[in-house]
């Protein structure tokens, strides 16, 4: 258990390290609570701001998972689809590219548009937009970047084409894939705020936040802003576990590799 903790203690110290600074600097200088609000007064405001932010970060952390799981999925089969018949990729990773240079600020009002500004799928369609790419890209490049004297022997084996996407592609990309999901799980975070600000239910992070700051109460502010970060970090934490499950031969002792 001590060995399986030790890992945890340097962020944890340098956390403590750099919120120990803040609060010092903070108080040094007599810096204005609208420039930056001492970190003492920020977790005040996460007491007492508890109850709503409680519903606004499951409100919202509902929109980032939910993103998260339909992003994934559908980056992961469509990179698999494209693996199994490569005369798709011509068509549609340019599509996929393009779709990912488009920002959330021209995504969000086109979804609100579609599904209702009130509507759940709308930011949750934005969630999917921004984790699809990189779950899609990481995985289509650990399907094709396989060593070709694998091909070879799986070919001289008389393989199909399923078999080799079976028992060579899928196992060599899994390592690609999971590092998209330790990308993708904060950046679903990121998303489903942005998309909040262009509309829809008021119960949320990102209208908790604009609403405060604009009535200059900055330490509610960045208490919903701990909130969404605890919501990251929580979902990182989680893809880390799903590496951990699925890659148990990365752990331990190096010379077991």
Do not use: H
Request: charged share 15%; net charge positive; aromatic share 10%.
């Amino acid at each position: 258990m001590r060995s399986r903790l030790a890992p945890l203690w340097p962020p944890i110290v340098v956390g403590v390290i750099i919120v120990s600074l803040w609060e010092g600097v903070v108080r040094a200088f007599d810096i204005k609570e609208f420039l930056l609000p001492k970190p003492t007064s920020i977790m005040a405001a996460v007491g007492d701001q508890w109850v709503p932010l409680r519903t606004a970060g499951w409100q919202t952390g509902r929109t980032a998972v939910a993103g998260l799981l339909i992003g994934v999925v559908t980056g992961a089969l469509l990179a698999l689809v494209i693996s199994r018949f490569g005369w798709l990729r011509g068509s549609v990773t340019p599509l996929a590219v393009a779709l990912n240079a488009t920002p959330i600020i021209a995504l969000a009002p086109i979804f609100n548009a579609w599904f209702g500004i009130t509507d759940f799928r709308s930011n949750t369609a934005v969630v999917i937009v921004v984790v699809f790419f990189p779950v899609f890209i990481n995985t289509g490049k650990g399907l094709d970047e396989v060593e070709p004297n694998q091909i070879e022997l799986m070919r001289s084996l008389a393989a199909s084409d399923t078999t080799v996407l079976r028992m060579v592609r899928i196992p060599n990309a899994l390592p690609f894939f999971l590092t998209s999901l330790r990308l993708a799980a904060p950046l679903s975070v990121i998303a489903a705020i942005v998309a909040e600000y262009f509309g829809g239910p008021q119960n949320r992070l990102g209208p908790f936040i604009t609403q405060n700051a604009s009535f200059s109460r900055y330490a509610n502010a960045w208490a919903a802003i701990v909130v969404a970060s605890a919501i990251g970090l929580a979902l990182f934490a989680l893809s880390a576990l799903v590496e951990k499950v699925s890659m148990p031969w990365k752990q331990g002792d190096p010379s077991r590799a």
